[in-house]
């Protein structure tokens, strides 16, 4: 913690308002829940903020990385879609819940890899290689789904529901897979060489590059990466939902991730940014919606509220420069 | 247009940039504007062209107080500030650059016609040989260099501010410049020129101004000074003006460590050469003349097409960066901004990024151990920096550009190619990196550095290669080193010499 080593009490607050302003928004915004309901910090509510946010949470960090190194993907909620139905016809055809995991890391590490080698050896944008991927694999999941949904077989319901409905002391698994996730994301990226490379490739990649960066390696894994924990967030999507509309399902997940991002101050630009920033992105855009419902704002001015709150958050991380 | 400039303070937060600093020029005079990075001469002239207010202090011109300078009201009194890195558009046309933000137009429609001759004018009268219609990055960086001077003729500026605008240029190119700054100044035209290149500086102007640490040191006529005691007055301290290879034993040893055969590539053919243990070889020529893509491609940041390199007697493999890094090879790439900083990493992050690539093992990081490296580097290099968390943009153009030496240092590398490593960086810095590669050639290091300026390479070189038109015109011993003699094979005069 650097935030008040050798420093007076102005630099401190600099700092809060500055690097660590995601964390003065998200205390906030606590105080506004607790506003508006004084029972915002019972644990029955306190866990369901996190059992919400976990699935989209999860795809959010993978963001983080992609956003972190100046790329972005927009094929997240269509990859989520693809996985978990195809997730869903795996588990009926092998009746086990293990190996729909399996291939659900797979399939969403596979997903990653391609984004990942058609930017790096295709030469494409990141932006435009998504872009297609994500009216890609919609279509195909439509197609295979024929517009139908994809539903877990009688035998085995029970068995699939039970790793996103279960609990494990008191601690409900959704939320247990989003910290476990965030907290590997994190060490990933403060703590290793490949974390640093994500920034260096964001801020400056001609000098990452000639640091002996391998530029298009760290781009591959970054996209790969991301993939697996979307292939992730897919297995836990057709465990909560046991049924997966193919047309709807994880839709817009790539907008909720990005601005998640955002939110948790990560620059659009890439080079500069915090896990612990998105995981309370993810945090913040699950309050809002809930003091919205609680403030009884109408449902469909939900997205207003959260698109303000979004430019507000950034505007305010822009004021330090 | 006469200007003064009375008493000007500015701060930063608690850095007081500025200290009451009092600054005139008069009409048609060449104003040399001198000082190390950080002495305040960008924030003095940035204060001018009203890119931000100064905290107290008048600017007056023509004797009339102009109170509450903005970038808009500079332009209106013909105030035309050229800042260091171009700000050229490439992707638009010449005249479409020089006209930006001031179109000729009507009903909101583009005048381009007028727009395309009026701009050639300028061109002409400036003797440049440009068309007004050629895409700017068609153009080379001295050609973009005069655009942005034709961009401050096009509306009649009075007074055009340079900031180091010879950075990218080779001699002859610098001549041709100060050709049409002479030309401007007779028809009334003044300068404020900022240079580190001291001989530029007494070449071209007429007077002076030294700053140090934000304060005013001296003013004067530059007939009145010697390029001796300028130095000595922007550096604050009696600079011993020594060259660092006179009365120095030759680090040179016996054996090669690098050696490169008949290397061809992009803009450079049959490259041989070699360099000895303890060897500083500098390499040199005109812009264009091959020099910048052979420094890149001796790293193995760009393909060659032909020839092998050869470190410790083994072929270098030029796969990848990395194995080049591994196999002993450093680089300081020119361009700090571009190719040096990750501008978003802290400045022990940038210190330690190469060590990381090239030696470390694990594919864990310890800040403990980054630290205690920057803090090696910081001792070794003498880097000024007050909290080394902060982004590596937070220094100076000269200590950001020890902390990339630091980063190369770190990983001990048996040869170094330094292209252009002091590029516009102030006298106190470049002189403490000229001492560090001397330190590094009596290590036994092989050091190749690629410079353009006469003084440096008179400071470094055992042996000058001397490139014209992709090839190794000449290869110079320290003894032979004459500025004449490096321009004569730079621009291939030997050749048309009558026997």
């Known amino acids: ?321 | 247009m006469n200007l003064e400039m009375k008493d000007i303070s500015k701060s930063f937060g608690p850095v007081k940039a500025l200290r009451d600093v009092s600054f005139r020029v008069d009409r048609g005079q060449i104003h040399g504007l001198l000082g190390e990075n950080g002495a305040g001469k960008t924030t003095l002239m940035n204060v001018l062209a009203g890119t931000f207010p100064q905290d107290s202090g008048q600017i007056v011109i023509n004797g009339k107080v102009i109170q509450g300078m903005t970038p808009r009201k500079s332009g209106g009194l013909k105030i035309r500030f050229i800042h260091q890195e171009l700000n050229l558009c490439n992707d638009l046309r010449v005249y479409q650059n020089m006209f930006l933000g001031d179109e000729f137009s009507r009903a909101g429609f583009l005048k381009t016609k007028p727009e395309i001759k009026r701009a050639q004018e300028v061109l002409d009268y400036m003797n440049t040989g440009i068309q007004a219609e050629t895409p700017v990055s068609d153009l080379d960086t001295a050609q973009k260099q005069l655009v942005e001077i034709g961009r401050a003729l096009l509306f009649q500026s009075e007074l055009i501010i340079m900031d180091e605008p010879t950075t990218a240029l080779n001699t002859r190119e610098i001549e041709n410049l100060f050709v049409i700054m002479r030309k401007l100044k007779t028809e009334g035209v003044s300068f404020i020129y900022i240079s580190h290149k001291m001989p530029e500086v007494f070449e071209i102007c007429d007077a002076y101004t030294v700053l140090r640490d934000g304060a005013f040191i001296q003013s004067g006529d530059i007939k009145e000074i010697t390029e001796h005691r300028a130095t000595e007055l922007l550096i604050g301290k009696t600079f011993v003006s020594t060259n660092l290879k006179e009365g120095q034993d030759s680090h040179v040893r016996e054996d090669t460590i690098f050696q490169t055969r008949h290397l061809g590539g992009a803009g450079f053919h049959d490259v041989s050469f070699e360099v000895h243990r303890g060897e500083i070889v500098v390499i040199t020529g005109l812009q264009g003349s091959g020099t910048d893509e052979l420094a890149t491609a001796l790293f193995g940041a760009t393909p060659l097409k032909g020839g092998t390199i050869l470190i410790r007697d083994r072929p270098l493999s030029l796969k990848s960066i990395k194995n080049v890094m591994k196999s002993g090879v450093g680089m300081i790439p020119r361009n700090r901004k571009e190719r040096g900083i990750v501008p978003d990493l802290s400045i022990q992050q940038n210190n330690s990024l190469a060590y990381w690539t090239a030696k470390h093992p694990s594919p864990l990081v310890s800040r403990k151990e980054e630290h205690e490296r920057f803090r090696r580097s910081q001792v070794k290099l003498d880097i000024k920096a007050a909290n080394e968390y902060d982004p590596i943009t937070s220094l100076s153009g000269g200590n950001q550009q020890k902390v990339i030496l630091g980063k190369w240092l770190e990983i001990d590398a048996d040869v170094y190619i330094m292209d252009n490593p002091t590029q516009g960086i102030d006298v106190g810095s470049k002189f403490a990196i000229y001492k560090l590669i001397h330190a590094l050639s009596a290590e036994g290091k092989g050091v190749i550095v690629f410079s353009s300026e006469f003084p440096e390479i008179r400071q470094l070189a055992d042996r000058c290669l001397v490139m014209y038109k992709g090839r190794i015109n000449a290869i110079l011993n320290y003894a032979d080193l004459s500025e004449m003699e490096i321009m004569k094979y730079s621009t291939g005069a030997q050749g048309e010499e009558p026997n």
């Open chain 1, 1 to 321: 913690m650097t935030l008040f080593k050798n420093r007076n009490i102005k630099d401190v607050w600099h700092n809060i308002t500055g690097n660590y302003s995601h964390w003065l928004s998200f205390i906030i915004l606590l105080l506004a829940a607790v506003i508006v309901n004084p029972s915002f910090f019972s644990w029955s509510n306190l866990s369901n903020q996190f059992v919400q946010g976990a699935i989209v949470g999860i795809c959010a960090m993978g963001m983080s990385l992609v956003i972190s190194a100046g790329m972005i993907d927009l094929s997240v909620g269509s990859a989520v879609a693809l996985i978990s139905g195809l997730g869903i016809t795996v588990l009926n055809r092998t009746q086990s819940v293990f190996l729909c995991l399996l291939f659900c890391l797979g399939a969403g590490l596979i997903v990653g890899l391609i984004n990942g080698i058609l930017v790096t050896k295709g030469r494409i944008a990141p932006f435009i290689v998504t872009l297609a991927a994500m009216s890609a694999w919609r279509s195909v999941i439509n197609q295979l789904g024929q517009g139908g949904p994809f539903t877990a077989s009688r035998e085995m319901y029970a068995g699939l529901r039970e790793v996103a409905a279960g609990n494990y002391l008191f601690i409900p698994n959704l939320m247990l897979f989003f910290i476990i996730i965030t907290i590997i994301t994190g060490i990933l990226m403060s703590k290793t060489k490949f974390g640093t490379y994500v920034y260096a490739i964001g801020s400056n990649q001609l000098a990452a590059r000639l640091s002996g960066i391998s530029v298009d390696r760290v781009k591959t894994l970054i996209f790969t990466y991301a993939g697996t924990l979307y292939g992730l967030s897919a297995f836990l999507l057709a465990s909560r939902l046991t049924s997966i509309q193919a047309a709807s399902a994880g839709s817009a997940y790539e907008m909720d991730a990005i601005a998640a991002v955002a939110i948790g101050g990560t620059s659009m630009a890439g080079g500069r940014g915090k896990i612990t920033g998105t995981f309370l992105g993810v945090l913040m855009l699950r309050i809002i919606s809930t003091v919205l419902i609680m403030a009884r704002v109408p449902p469909f001015l939900n997205g207003l509220v959260q698109g303000v709150i979004i430019i507000i958050a950034v505007l305010a991380q822009n004021r330090k420069k």
